[in-house]
């Protein structure tokens, strides 16, 4: 998950939370208000995660979709036994957003718990994601369901990065020098998924701070990684959703932190509201 570290959590726990893996039999559709009988699910390495229906289905002909490209964020993953059996993915609360805004538009969600935007091109880490993703790496995914659809293609998002901050971290680098590693990948990520999809808009997401309370120096850290980032998605012509605003407040404390992060689990992914609100984000600048 997010890019930081603190002693409340724990190496430990905060790389479990952050590093799901994926068993799965299926790619059923998923909703935000009903559960499902498909076996997908988000595990933590310390098997902290409940059981969720994967997001979205693959593209079919002649009806409009988007690709979301991402980590456990963009998956759904929780460790929150009362969202066991529904997913509240930002990304699949997006496509009802999307729906009531006249555009009817079906989500593909190949994000893979664990991500970074090193494994997006090898492979998840863990191999029991191999039935969701068909054993192949979500790069491989992602590029074929364009190829095979991409006059229905209406917008691709991205949200990957955080694994790879929170791994540097872990191994005492700064934010920047983690950004280093992760805007090399993404230099290669970005340019590919342009080639493929032609003029569709990409919207790319910023990094949120779910210790901004617990550490308060992270904000000042992230804020340098999200504003390269931004550079980097003006640069490279993308569309930027600002994530983190609506997670965290500028300055630490933030009093509604509680609200959008799933503390009350010790857990440093967004709880259902959270993901309404990275859902919002998106949704206010897709381009109409």
Not at 7 to 32: K, Y
Not at 262 to 268: K, N, Q, T, V, Y
Request: hydrophobic share 45%; charged share 15%; net charge negative.
């Amino acid at each position: 998950m997010r890019a930081v570290l603190a002693a409340s959590f724990g190496v430990a726990a905060l790389l479990g939370g952050a590093c799901g893996s994926i068993t799965s039999s299926s790619t059923a559709p998923a909703s935000t208000t009903s559960t499902s009988a498909a076996t997908t699910t988000a595990p933590s390495d310390q098997g902290r995660g409940v059981v969720v229906p994967v997001a979205g289905h693959p593209p079919q002909d002649g009806v409009p979709w988007y690709l979301a490209i991402g980590d456990s964020i963009t998956f759904g993953y929780t460790v929150d036994p009362a969202r066991a059996g529904v997913n509240s993915s930002w990304a699949l609360q997006l496509e009802g957003l999307l729906s009531n805004k006249g555009k009817p538009w079906k989500l593909f969600d190949t994000a893979c718990p664990g991500e970074t935007t090193t494994t997006y091109f090898t492979g998840c880490h863990d191999t029991r994601n191999g039935a969701f993703l068909g054993g192949k790496p979500q790069h491989d995914v992602a590029l074929a369901a364009i190829k095979a659809h991409a006059k229905d293609l209406k917008l691709i998002l991205i949200d990957i990065g955080s694994n790879d901050l929170l791994r540097a971290k872990a191994a005492n680098q700064t934010a920047l020098q983690a950004f280093a590693v992760l805007q090399t990948n993404l230099n290669r990520i970005i340019p590919e998924l342009q080639q493929a999809a032609p003029g569709v808009p990409i919207v790319m997401a910023n990094y949120y701070d779910p210790l901004e309370n617990a550490d308060p120096s992270t904000v000042g850290q992230l804020s340098l990684v999200n504003g390269a980032l931004a550079q980097l998605a003006m640069s490279s012509h993308l569309i930027l959703a600002d994530f983190f605003a609506a997670i965290n407040t500028p300055a630490a404390p933030d009093p509604d932190l509680g609200k959008y992060v799933d503390l009350a689990h010790l857990d440093i992914h967004p709880t259902a509201l959270g993901h309404t609100r990275l859902a919002q984000a998106a949704l206010a600048v897709i381009p109409s």
